[in-house]
């Protein structure tokens, strides 16, 4: 028994050790972990950041990762961890304060700048500060930072900025911007020290960022207006003043630290003559020009590749002898990375070194070239293109896959699809991404596309002072089935005119860029003279009729087809192409002087009278040369075109005549203006030039002589209205009238036969077209969102002229139907009038004096919208029409008292026809026009 307690009190220390480490061990671990103080951020969320787990072993330096992990998420003002012991193990309680979301953001004070401008620049500047993110006063401090620097930019160089900050319970602040700008800073005189050979107003003039608003190159104009003071674009501006140096050959030029003087303005306002308030601050810039260098050799070392040195040359525009231009010879080597791309070397670097001869002041440079390898193309993918196939775009590259890499093909390649208006624009360096395999030498080429809306409903009507009220329905899908195929279908209705085509084009036969299409048309137009220009004249009650039928009036119907083919020429944006069209028309008059204009015209040989007016059959070919380098179909942004189109009708036709048409387009991107620095801004122009004529002995027909206006041409006037006017000679029949109104019977037992009518040689007025036309187009173009919205200024310009009186010319047989009749009504028997004279007209349709050669001009406006469903441009315009035709004149008047009987009746008529056929003509084309259409100019 003593042994038994002996040998059990020798084991006691060790069991007490053990229970000890037991109760040590259950102590040790994390059996809980409470969240306490979080209100929008879960608990799960808090959790999931820490490192400490239930169950797992307590750890210390875990706690202390947990509390670094938490505050680095930035959701918290305050976080600490508090350990508990419990019997069951230990509990992390952690105790967070979350940052309050900030509810509102006030700017107060803020005038030069708007909001939008403020958050534009926060987000460039990647400063995570808006409406419902987390407070915090470091990110408030840094807004405070960009605000002083864009109020900087704008002049206000003294803003001060205090951030007020209201709670918001519970836990939401609102954070008040109290903003005092400060007067505007603005650039005062701007002198340089140290400039002997180059003129202050020379090197004021390369400070684009600070220099003066004025006339460039002036003399006395150039310190009008002063631009805002801006510190961060000071530096920017020393540097263009070396580099106007180092262009003129002073080569070790150098600009020291420029030195700034503030003072308040002194002096009037040019435009409101009051004392002028705000400050100036003066630049004193100093300069050391050092010697004048010319261009020594150009030499190269490490071209292994190209062996040709003058090839390598002949980068570099400036000869050797030639003042040393750094702008030039910076060029040179962008030429010569450019001409190594297209060879597929895209390492390709090129490092300049000088050799300086201070003895003769020449500089020589040493091009040490680093080729690297060439890059053949492994793959070219696509993405994005949901429902083009990748055969339709990959057709269009000018860059395959298994070439050697060349830049150049690959920027061809993006302008031909831009050309294609199937995607969103693309641009090299923001939609394509190249992918290496140094190892390999080849690259992976990566096209981005985003599709546009295939499909292109357009949707226009309106009253139009030629054409009446119309309403216009058009259908095309440029990428029919996702093959390129294009497909369109217009019908316009409308009070005058009607127009339907359907047509088909593919771009590509068997996989070759042979493109092939055809249309079917029917038209009908109305054509009302009377519309176009105001008459002013007596009013007895013959007078309307007599006028009216002195006016153009007439319809014309045509049905036909065209079909056409073009093939582009190899390794170039260059087309030929040629189209075959038959239309068959119609002409229905409703005037004398349209009758007499159409069927006495010698447009159809041999046959005259109202036989010519149907059967009008036009069988026309087309031959085209085209060349397209614009970026882009809809409001392109660079690039011209250039096309030439010659017509010659008359094969199987019984209309013979020939068309040539040349056209040029083109875009140029504006840039160096301070609120267009990216060259957003686009100038376009158009130059068009048209001359038509009658060839084997005929005349154009006159319904294919030009007739401008309209928004396709000049914006300002209706379609077919500038247009020359000329005298028709045509044969009315006047009633003799009574001086009581009353007409003199040919029959008094039988009044139903009708009134005695008196043939008269009259002139009617007529639009007779031009055979000459030219139209220029300029308009500057200010993108307000993306490619959707844009505000057009235009200037349209454009002159028609008939200049070959033999083009208007009548055919014997037309001039004999005018001329055979004798004219006046002396005597009046049995049925028939007796005693009239024989009249010859000219043969020729002469232009009305004022009316030919007459420029007209319109001067506007427009909003450009792209509506996003229909897929077409809604244009709404004001025109202003500076030049426009204003002419008063009187008809030629044959008529004579002999033609009428004597008496009363003769006196009464002959007074009343003088009044009609010789009456004040007023031709008023409109002075401005608004205008809503969907429709392009050019």
């Not at 087309?575 to 002087?593: E, H, K, N, P, Q």
Request: with cysteine; charged share 20%.
């Amino acid at each position: 028994m003593r042994r038994t307690i002996r040998r059990t009190l020798q084991f006691l220390p060790l069991f007490c050790c053990l229970l000890t480490l037991s109760a040590w061990a259950q102590q040790s671990v994390v059996s809980q972990i409470r969240v306490i103080g979080n209100r929008q951020i879960p608990k799960e969320t808090v959790l999931a950041r820490m490192f400490s787990r239930v169950n797992d072993t307590y750890d210390p330096l875990t706690v202390e990762r947990d509390f670094n992990s938490l505050w680095n998420t930035g959701y918290f003002e305050n976080v600490y961890i508090e350990k508990e012991d419990t019997p069951k193990g230990v509990v992390l309680d952690v105790y967070v304060t979350e940052k309050p979301t900030i509810r509102e953001i006030n700017y107060k004070g803020l005038n030069s700048v708007t909001q939008s401008d403020v958050l534009d620049r926060f987000k460039k500047e990647k400063v995570p500060f808006s409406v419902e993110s987390k407070y915090d006063p470091t990110r408030v401090a840094q807004a405070i930072a960009v605000l002083k620097e864009l109020l900087g930019e704008h002049g206000h160089q003294f803003a001060t900025i205090k951030a007020d900050i209201k709670r918001i319970p519970p836990a939401s602040v609102q954070v008040n911007f109290i903003i005092k700008e400060g007067p505007k800073v603005k650039v005062g005189k701007i002198e340089f020290t140290g400039n002997e050979h180059v003129s202050a107003r020379v090197l004021r003039e390369s400070m684009k960022n600070l220099r003066p608003v004025g006339i460039p190159k002036s003399i006395f104009l150039e310190n009008i207006f002063a631009r805002t003071y801006d510190a961060s674009k000071l530096e920017e501006d020393s540097e263009r003043v070396r580099q106007a140096y180092r262009d003129r050959g002073y080569f070790r030029a150098s600009v020291g630290d420029p030195k700034t003087h503030l003072r308040n303005e002194t002096g009037l306002s040019l435009l409101t003559f009051r004392p002028r308030q705000g400050k100036r601050i003066d630049i004193v810039m100093p300069v050391e020009e050092g010697g004048r260098y010319r261009l020594g050799k150009i030499t190269f070392s490490g071209n292994k590749a190209v062996t040709n040195v003058k090839a390598l040359r002949g980068q570099f525009a400036e000869k050797e002898g030639d003042w040393f231009n750094a702008t030039v010879f910076g060029k040179g080597l962008q030429n010569l990375q450019k001409a190594y791309g297209q060879l597929g070397y895209i390492n390709f670097v090129g490092i300049p070194t000088p050799t300086v001869d201070e003895a003769t002041k020449v500089v020589s440079w040493n091009i040490d070239i680093d080729e690297g390898k060439p890059f053949y193309v492994s793959r070219i993918e696509f993405q994005g293109n949901t429902t083009t196939r990748d055969f339709v775009i990959r057709r269009e590259l000018a860059l395959e896959e298994g070439q050697i890499y060349n830049s150049r093909l690959w920027e061809v390649s993006i302008l031909r699809l831009n050309q294609l208006d199937y995607f969103d624009p693309l641009k090299v360096d923001q939609d394509s991404e190249t992918h290496q395999n140094a190892e390999a030498g080849t690259v992976d080429l990566l096209l981005k596309v985003k599709e546009k809306g295939k499909n292109s409903i357009g949707l226009n009507g309106g009253v139009s002072g030629l054409g009446g009220s119309f309403l216009g329905l058009n259908y095309q899908t440029n990428n029919f089935l996702g093959l390129g195929e294009t497909l369109s279908l217009a019908a316009n209705v409308g009070e005058v005119q009607r127009n339907v085509r359907f047509g088909f084009n593919e771009p590509y036969v068997h996989n070759r860029p042979l493109n092939l299409g055809f249309q079917i048309f029917n038209t009908k137009y109305d054509y009302n003279a009377s519309k176009n220009y105001k008459l002013a004249g007596g009013n007895p009650n013959n007078l309307s009729t007599a006028t009216s039928s002195l006016l153009q009036k007439y319809n014309q119907a045509s049905t036909g087809f065209s079909v056409s083919g073009s093939y582009p020429i190899r390794h170039s944006f260059k087309r030929l192409g040629v189209t075959y069209t038959l239309d068959r028309s119609s002409i229905s008059t409703f005037s004398a002087a349209s009758s007499s204009f159409f069927q006495t015209l010698a447009f159809r040989s041999g046959i005259q009278g109202q036989n010519a007016l149907d059967g009008i059959v036009s069988s026309m070919a087309s031959f085209s040369f085209q060349e397209n380098k614009l970026d882009a179909t809809y409001q392109p942004h660079n690039g011209h075109e250039i096309s030439a189109l010659f017509q010659v009708a008359g094969l199987f036709g019984n209309v013979r005549y020939i068309s040539p048409v040349i056209e040029y387009r083109s875009f140029h991107p504006v840039k160096g203006l301070r609120f267009n620095k990216e060259g957003r801004n686009v100038f376009g122009l158009r130059l068009q030039g048209s001359y038509i004529r009658g060839i084997s002995g005929d005349v154009a027909p006159p319904f294919n002589r030009f007739y401008s206006g309209g928004e396709a041409e000049l914006r300002g006037f209706d379609i077919r209205s500038a247009t020359p006017y000329g005298f028709v000679p045509t044969k009315v029949n006047f009633n003799l009238t009574n001086p009581d109104g009353s007409t003199v019977p040919r029959d008094p037992t039988n009044p139903s036969l009708g009134a005695i009518q008196v043939p008269l040689p009259v002139y009617g007025i007529a639009s007779i077209g031009g055979d000459l036309n030219f139209v220029s187009n300029m308009q500057y173009t200010i993108p307000i969102y993306a490619r959707t919205v844009a505000f057009v200024i235009f200037n349209d310009l454009g002159i028609n002229m008939a200049t070959n009186n033999s083009q208007l010319r009548q055919s014997p047989e037309g001039q004999a139907i005018l001329n055979s009749p004798l004219y006046g009504c002396p005597n009046y028997s049995n049925g028939a009038c007796q005693g009239g004279v024989p009249i010859s007209f000219s043969r020729t349709i002469n232009p009305i004096n004022g009316t030919n050669y007459i420029p007209r001009d319109s001067l506007g406006g427009e909003l450009d919208i792209m509506a996003p469903i229909i897929n077409a441009p809604f244009r709404i315009y004001y025109a202003f029409n500076p030049l426009r035709l204003e002419k008063n004149f009187f008809q030629t008047n044959l008529i004579t008292r002999a033609m009428f009987p004597a008496g009363g009746a003769g006196d009464f008529s002959f007074a009343e026809a003088e009044e009609a056929y010789g009456a004040l003509l007023q031709l008023r084309e409109p002075r401005k026009t608004f205008r809503l259409t969907v429709s392009t100019t050019f």
